[in-house]
């Protein structure tokens, strides 16, 4: 049974590794996308006229409101639509834009603008600066944490017979196998049952004791073994979450939420009850973003919100209105799960449903934790910490599992 299970730790371990490689230097990175992302490019974060006022002494202006924005970006860029837009701006920064592409009417096809990301002077108005979140070449400055993040979960593999997901579909599967491994990996550093008629003088632990141990004075190969088996089982527990929740949220609606309905009363969203369309034939709404606002109001007050409406989301493919509520200093997220928020359809104006953070059955609360535990914001900055540390664990462990194979194959 040992034997068998070593093989399959050894194959599955040398399937995942360059993967765990690539993903878990990156996870350590993007941890602070944000962060990195605003010092990388403070030439769109950072509102220059802001910036010449505090120079000059001069009060600040008063932002444009955001919806004023919306209509002027569709204005000067026609080719494209905004579909994604926070109400309030960061003081002293830009206010940035998520588009896509409009369809041409000459050919039926998209518009390939080149960008999908433009942000605004809230002050002024002007455009400061367009990018391609996720652009995979050239890396530039502008595009180098957006092309880690895509990387991370998508190892940026392109859409080819009909299914653009393939590299997220991919990296789920190997989140599945490493999942497994993990599990195969610690039952390998149990002691083995003593054989009959052998008087065994220590004890259980004593015999598995020396697998938490790094011994540093055995020779490199001793040495790289122990990093690989110790830091396995000292961190054995943050691996096994950290690969379970790559699994589910890569995977999550083609495997992970079909298997959680089937165990358990998981609360679909409207998206998930609706099937989309294909990205190239977006539904165009009836509705625009202020006639969304006002019935997003209207439908809070009624239930007793009080955060403001912060972020309106077009998701085009499935025609649905997402409309969160939150102050502006809280839009990186609450914990990593969300805001409250309500889905209006985009054609009708109909109430299809709301979220509400934390709220719910076991299986919506299990549901809604995998992605603030897999990046560690639930537990805040310490989180992210500990995840970026993690990161490099994880990225060790494939180095390490690679040599004691190559010197057991090659020596």
Do not use: C
């Not at 730790?9 to 993007?30: E, N, Q, S």
């Not at 995977?251 to 959680?260: E, G, K, S, T």
């Not at 990593?336 to 009708?348: C, I, Q, S």
């Not at 549901?367 to 990161?391: E, T």
């Amino acid at each position: 049974m040992r034997s068998a299970l070593l093989v399959l730790h050894r194959y599955l371990g040398l399937t995942t590794a360059v993967f765990l490689i690539v993903t878990g230097l990156t996870g350590a990175v993007i941890s602070w996308d944000h962060e990195l992302d605003e010092w990388l490019n403070p030439d769109l974060y950072q509102a220059r006229s802001q910036e010449q006022l505090a120079q000059k002494k001069l009060d600040q202006k008063k932002p444009l409101p955001a919806l004023q924005l919306v209509e002027q970006i569709e204005r000067a860029l026609p080719k494209v639509q905004v579909a994604y837009v926070e109400l309030s701006a960061e003081p002293g920064h830009n206010q940035d834009f998520w588009v896509e592409p409009r369809i041409n009417l000459e050919t039926g096809k998209l518009y390939e603008p080149g960008f999908n990301q433009v942000f605004v002077d809230p002050a002024t108005g002007e455009i400061v600066g367009k990018r391609e979140w996720g652009q995979v070449w050239p890396i530039t400055r502008e595009t180098f944490m957006s092309f880690l993040y895509k990387l991370h979960f998508s190892f940026h593999i392109p859409a080819f017979w009909g299914y653009e997901y393939w590299g997220v579909a991919l990296l789920g599967i190997i989140a599945l196998l490493w999942t497994i491994d993990s599990f195969i990996g610690f039952a390998l550093t149990l002691p083995r049952r003593a054989k009959r008629n052998r008087v065994q003088t220590r004890s259980w632990w004593q015999r598995w004791k020396p697998a938490w141990k790094i011994r540093t004075n055995a020779g490199t190969a001793r040495l790289n073994f122990d990093l690989h088996r110790a830091f396995s089982l000292w961190t054995w527990g943050f691996l096994v979450i950290i690969a379970f929740t790559a699994f589910s949220l890569n995977l999550y609606r083609d495997v992970f939420f079909p298997l959680m309905s089937l165990v358990s009363d998981v609360t679909p969203s409207p998206l998930e009850q609706r099937a989309p369309n294909a990205p190239d034939n977006p539904i165009k709404p009836n509705l625009n973003f202020r006639q969304v606002v006002v019935l997003g109001e209207k439908e809070a007050e009624k239930k007793g919100w009080t955060k403001p409406l912060n972020s309106i989301w077009y998701a085009r493919e499935w025609g649905i209105y997402r409309v969160e509520f939150f102050e502006a200093e809280a839009g990186h997220g609450a914990g990593g799960v969300g805001h409250k928020a309500l889905f209006f359809d985009g054609l009708t104006g109909e109430l299809l449903g709301d979220f509400i953070p934390w709220q719910g059955t076991a299986a919506d609360l299990f549901v809604q934790a995998q992605f603030p535990v897999h990046s560690g914001r639930i537990l805040g900055i310490p989180g992210r910490i500990l995840m970026s540390i993690m990161g490099v664990v994880v990225a060790m462990l494939s180095i390490t599992g690679i040599l004691i194979w190559a010197r057991k194959r090659y020596s």
